[in-house]
């Protein structure tokens, strides 16, 4: 494959390592992600699941934004921004995080045709995986997996599919063990 996660460079970390609530974006921080969507969903996500935590890993022209969005939500506790993280410390930190998120917009035609390889490294970390429908190459393929969840780039699909993810204990460990 031309872009498939480096599984001999991942490990896979005991059950009490895992931070089960924690939902990470690894990403350039640009409008091919929707940032906004995303940290909406989870200020209300969080009035529901207090433990829960949204890592965004990355730089980009957008942190600023990014920045004073999670500020105006009064999420500084709750959200991190990591700034920059080299790619094998990136693949020592996602296995320990609880679901990887791939909410892409529309901005980029290459969303519709791309085959995610940060979506590749989330579930060779062992993430489950929320991707939006329009930046899924494999739909059909990525629902069958039982470790992806595909939603529409929609708020209240979001927080859905993360609550059920972050509350049914039995589907999270089910759609972990999937991924890896």
């Given at each position: 494959l031309p872009h498939g996660a480096?599984?001999?460079k991942i490990k896979q970390y005991?059950?009490?390592?895992?931070?089960?609530?924690?939902?990470?974006i690894a990403a350039?921080?640009?409008?091919?992600?929707?940032?906004?969507?995303i940290i909406e969903a989870f200020k209300e996500i969080l009035k529901k699941i207090d433990k829960a935590k949204l890592i965004i890993i990355g730089t980009g022209d957008k942190e600023n934004e990014i920045k004073e969005i999670?500020?105006?939500?009064?999420?500084?506790?709750?959200?991190?921004l990591t700034g920059f993280m080299n790619h094998d410390d990136l693949l020592d930190f996602l296995p320990k995080c609880g679901i990887g998120l791939a909410i892409y917009t529309s901005v980029?035609?290459?969303?519709?045709?791309?085959?995610?390889?940060?979506v590749k490294?989330?579930?060779?970390?062992?993430?489950?995986?929320?991707?939006?429908?329009?930046?899924?190459?494999?739909?059909?393929e990525a629902e069958k997996s039982n470790a992806i969840i595909v939603i529409n780039l929609n708020k209240q699909e979001l927080i859905d599919a993360s609550l059920k993810l972050l509350t049914d204990d039995n589907l999270y460990w089910e759609m972990r063990?999937?991924?890896?």
């Open positions: 480096f599984l001999n005991p059950v009490e390592e895992i931070d089960r609530y924690s939902m990470a350039n921080l640009t409008n091919a992600f929707n940032f906004q969507l999670i500020k105006n939500n009064q999420l500084e506790s709750s959200v991190k980029n035609s290459w969303t519709e045709f791309s085959d995610s390889f940060k490294e989330y579930l060779g970390c062992g993430c489950p995986v929320i991707i939006t429908s329009n930046a899924v190459a494999a739909v059909e063990s999937n991924a890896i």
